[in-house]
């Protein structure tokens, strides 16, 4: 009886639920991106670096936003059982970091990005002119 008590609140991930698959496979993607950037800028020193941390930045902030939209659309399911000040202390806090810490990330590598491409435009202006 124990083990059916204490087994019982992981139920509801063990049936089909593609919200959890779909999570899965964001955060793999997410991941991957994550080593492939820190490859490519700390070891490869690639000029596509930022363009590939900014599209895992992005993923992420877009991950913990679907995770807000699917809270509030299902009338806050999973934490509404809760207090208030838990769910601001527990979730809304650590999860608006997980929006607000890659966004900066983001708009850092944007303005690398973008300062690449007026390099480039000023480099194809200087030899179209020759």
């Keep these: 009886m124990l083990l059916g008590l204490l087994y019982h609140p992981f139920l509801p ?43 895992s930045v992005h993923l992420t902030v877009g991950k913990t936003l679907l995770y807000w939209a699917q809270e509030y659309f299902c009338g806050f399911c999973a934490i509404g059982h809760n207090k ?21 990330i983001g708009y850092t590598l944007g303005k690398q990005l973008v300062q690449q491409l007026y390099v480039a435009h000023e480099v194809s202006k200087k030899s179209k002119k020759k």
């Excluded at 991941?31 to 363009?51: D, G, R």
């Excluded at 650590?94 to 929006?99: D, S």
Aim: charged share 5%; no cysteine.
């Design 84 to 104: 208030l000040s838990n769910i601001l202390l527990f979730w809304v806090f650590p999860n608006g970091l997980w929006i607000v810490v890659p966004s900066l």
């Design 13 to 55: 991930h063990e049936q089909t639920n593609s919200r959890v698959v779909h999570a899965a496979l964001m955060n793999l993607i997410e991941n991957t991106l994550n080593i492939v950037y820190l490859y490519l800028a700390h070891i490869a020193e690639s000029p596509i670096a930022p363009l590939v941390g900014y599209v």
